[in-house]
């Protein structure tokens, strides 16, 4: 009986170090379609925006919203590679990376909330009028305002911008300072103005970049 016990113990151990790779492995390759992916369909959303037409129901509105809607999905494996990124220093260093981590994945969830309301309505609207009928009637839910369209976003840049600082500024120090710079450049623009979204989009990339370069492998000990 305590054979068996240990040999099923040890499967598990086993199984569960084995796991960990792969689940390293499959990060490590989707991050770089993630990292040029993510900003790339940002973009193509910010451009389809500026076509006539676009802001209202039609093959605009939806398209450009399933875009943006594909390219926020990509963001997750993002956040997950910069998580790796950093090192955090003891328990106050964990809890602060974790809460980076949280606050960005909160405001993604938020993100895509509204990403498919706005999806959804655009598809339900016949004309512009009922298109505003429609977000006004959703709007007025309790508490849907505050955490799909005010504040909830804001969440992803927050925990965006924290752990590109961590992983620039902290002690790992695996990204060069301006990825934060970057990304708070663009942020800042496409808050301004919807129609720089594009350029949003390319300080995004170049910011995000250096986590699509694969991890140098170790140099051979010579004995």
């Known amino acids: 009986m305590n054979a068996t016990r240990t040999a099923q113990a040890t499967r598990t151990t086993r199984t569960g170090r084995a796991a960990r790779p792969a689940r390293t492995a499959d ?23 500026l076509v006539p037409g676009s802001r209202e129901p039609g093959l605009g509105w939806t398209a450009g919203h399933t ?24 328990t ?4 602060a990376a974790g809460a980076a981590t949280a606050t ?10 509204q990403i498919g309301i706005d999806l959804v309505v655009g598809l339900a ?18 508490g849907v305002l505050p955490a799909v369209y005010q504040v909830g976003p804001l969440l992803f840049y927050v925990g965006l911008l924290a752990l590109l600082t961590a992983a620039a500024v902290g002690r790992s120090r695996t990204l060069r300072w301006w990825s934060p710079v970057l990304v708070l450049l663009g942020t800042l623009a496409s808050g301004v103005d ?5 350029l ?13 370069r694969p991890a140098s492998a170790p140099r051979p000990v010579l004995v």
């Open 104 to 113: 960005a994945f909160a405001g993604l969830l938020c993100s895509l909330a």
């Open 194 to 198: 919807l129609a720089l979204i594009p």
């Open 200 to 212: 949003a989009a390319a300080c995004y990339l170049v910011a995000l970049a250096p986590l699509a």
């Open 125 to 142: 609207a016949a004309d512009k009028a009922e298109q505003a009928r429609l977000f006004d009637r959703v709007q007025d839910v309790p």
């Open 92 to 95: 106050a260093g964990r809890i």
């Open 67 to 90: 875009a943006m809607f594909a390219g926020l999905l990509l963001f997750a494996p993002v956040f997950l590679a910069l998580r790796r990124k950093l090192a955090p220093h003891g």
């Open 27 to 49: 990060l490590t390759r989707v991050t770089p379609l993630a990292v040029v992916g993510a900003p790339a369909l940002m973009a193509l959303y910010g451009g389809i925006r």
